[in-house]
């Protein structure tokens, strides 16, 4: 069966409302009940396969079961960073965890060893078919079972971290307020209350220093024990192995180090010098970081999660119409299991992601949204993954829809350039446009020595 033949089958419109065309998972399977799961796991592995085109259904009934595998944790992880003090939403994602990947991974190593060995019975075309063979015999290769209780562990102790940093709250210009509400003070022209700000935040991170230390360093004993128990001598090359780095090594990261500190440290250290001068501070400090550097008051580009939304889509409909019916899908802001829950409160999980519920082939943005500039980037960086998201929703195997980690970013990190000239739906005023227009480009090179010293630490660590 050639590439194109195989992709015809797998059209769009051959899709159910769930996925790909296939009748051999439930539309109502509930994913994360072990007693509904099992079986179809153990109906694959019992299945005759006798021909190219039965491993081919094969492939796509295993891709819709993992589909619906992924979803049911995507689910219960989703409620509980949206509400890491509900008890019931952790509760629901501790079971999840405790009790389904422990016994769902055996199977799973079993379904793939099942797939090395029917590739190499039935070879199907390489065109379309090399990576994902190439990438579960690496899979095969990387399983011990006596990994999979300490990865739930780990699982666990980033639940745990999710529940100390959406705690963290302070008590500033006489209310409570969530870390990236206390963002906007950093703004503000008055540098002494830039100073309170950044102080109040910096005190209340440290005092869940020793605890969030604490599960760091279980973390990484955790960590190197799966390196070593899969045969590697660090967990930074298992990681590498485990990522499907087939093409660069470690030693291309140390080069792309290098090649950031030679060209965009030079261009940060001026940007921080003009800075300086124009504030006319020495030195320059971390709260000098945010303000703007000739006096502006702060940019206000919304007024709150549904105001982001609404300006947002017409933003995309003018960059393209087809991305902002594609936007328009996600809906409005906080509605019960929805695709967006955008604004910053006590109790939700730090930062912003975009979770594709895989079944459903519907994306989730999560971020923490109050009313700045930069939650307008973050605003169009999610978005750019959702709608890869959404357009690798007729692809029939899972493994297609997700783009490598190398390459993840790439309609991310594009969207925030590419609606740049259609920002003027935030900012009316022109001057107050090109201003954060000017502040994203200068950002965008910016980030790239954080990008390579997180980097690196992750090599040292």
């Known amino acids: 069966m050639t590439s194109d033949e195989s992709a015809a089958r797998f059209q769009p419109e051959t899709m159910s409302a769930h996925g790909a065309a296939t009748d051999y998972v439930p539309a109502d399977l ?266 502006r008051a702060p940019l206000a580009p919304f007024a709150d999660g549904q105001d982001l939304i609404e300006k947002s889509r017409r933003v995309f409909d003018r960059l393209s119409p087809d991305l902002g019916a594609m936007f328009a899908e996600l809906g409005d802001n906080e509605t019960p299991g929805g695709c967006l829950d955008l604004n910053s409160r006590k109790g939700k999980a730090p930062g912003g992601y975009q979770y594709m519920r895989d079944r459903s082939r519907q994306p989730f943005i999560f971020m923490n949204a109050a009313g700045l500039h930069r939650d307008v980037e973050t605003m169009v960086h999610e978005a750019g993954h959702a709608f890869h998201s959404q357009l690798c929703r007729g692809e029939p195997l899972i493994d297609y829809r997700h783009a490598p980690i190398e390459f993840a970013e790439v309609a991310s990190m594009t969207m925030e350039l590419l609606t740049m000239p259609y920002w003027d739906e935030f900012y009316p005023d022109p001057a107050d446009a090109n201003r954060a227009r000017r502040e994203q480009l200068e950002s965008s090179i910016g980030l790239l020595p954080w990008i390579a010293t997180i980097d690196a630490f992750q090599h040292w660590i």
């Open 30 to 295: 509930d994913a994360s009940d072990w007693s509904q799961l099992e079986p179809l796991l153990q109906g694959l592995l019992d299945r005759p396969v006798e021909s190219a085109s039965d491993f081919e259904t094969w492939l796509v009934d295993r891709s819709e079961l993992d589909a619906a595998y992924s979803e049911a944790r995507a689910t219960l992880y989703i409620r509980m960073s949206c509400h890491t003090d509900d008890k019931a939403a952790n509760d629901a994602y501790t079971k999840f965890i405790d009790e389904i990947p422990p016994r769902h991974k055996p199977l799973d190593f079993r379904l793939d060893r099942r797939h090395v060995e029917l590739a190499e019975r039935f070879p199907l075309d390489a065109d379309r078919y090399h990576v994902v063979n190439r990438d579960v015999r690496r899979e095969v290769e990387l399983f011990r079972d006596q990994n999979v209780p300490i990865e739930t562990r780990l699982a666990k102790l980033s639940q745990k971290y999710d529940q100390i940093a959406g705690a963290m709250t302070v008590e500033f210009d006489d209310a409570e307020r969530t870390l990236p509400q206390m963002a906007r003070y950093l703004q503000k022209s008055d540098r002494k209350v830039r100073e309170s700000a950044w102080r109040a935040i910096a005190s209340r991170r440290l005092k869940d220093r020793d605890a969030i230390d604490g599960l760091y360093d279980e973390m990484i004993r955790y960590r190197h024990q799966i390196a070593i128990n899969a045969g590697y001598d660090n967990y930074r090359d298992y990681k590498h192995a485990e990522f499907c780095r087939f093409d660069y090594s470690p030693r291309d990261c140390f080069e792309f180090h290098a090649a950031v500190e030679a060209h965009c440290v030079p261009f940060n250290h001026r940007i921080q010098a003009r800075r300086q001068q124009r504030l006319k501070v020495d030195p320059l400090r971390p709260w000098d970081l945010q303000v703007d550097e000739l006096g």
